[in-house]
């Protein structure tokens, strides 16, 4: 947990799930903004971070290989 969020470290932060939304789930990716995103999970324009949404568990099962792949990539890029 960190910033009241279940938070996702690996060689510093990854991700945390943003809790405060009732209509979906987001989770943010510290800094997606350099992440290869072959799939086109990530949303967001700033310089840094980008989100993906899942609106229901159906949707996340649509997206969980692609997130797999973003995640794995993202570890391996920075496994040094």
Excluded: C
């Excluded at 960190?2 to 979906?24: L, M």
């Excluded at 943010?28 to 980008?50: I, Q």
Aim: net charge neutral; hydrophobic share 40%; glycine share 4%.
């Amino acid at each position: 947990m960190k910033w009241q969020a279940p938070t996702f470290v690996y060689r510093g932060n990854i991700a945390s799930f943003y809790p405060k939304t009732k209509t979906h789930v987001s989770l943010m990716f510290h800094h997606g903004a350099a992440m290869t995103d072959a799939h086109n999970l990530l949303e967001g324009t700033g310089r840094v971070s980008r989100v993906i949404r899942f609106q229901n568990e159906a949707d996340l099962e649509n997206k969980r290989q692609s997130l797999q792949e973003l995640i794995v990539s993202w570890i391996a890029d920075h496994d040094d």
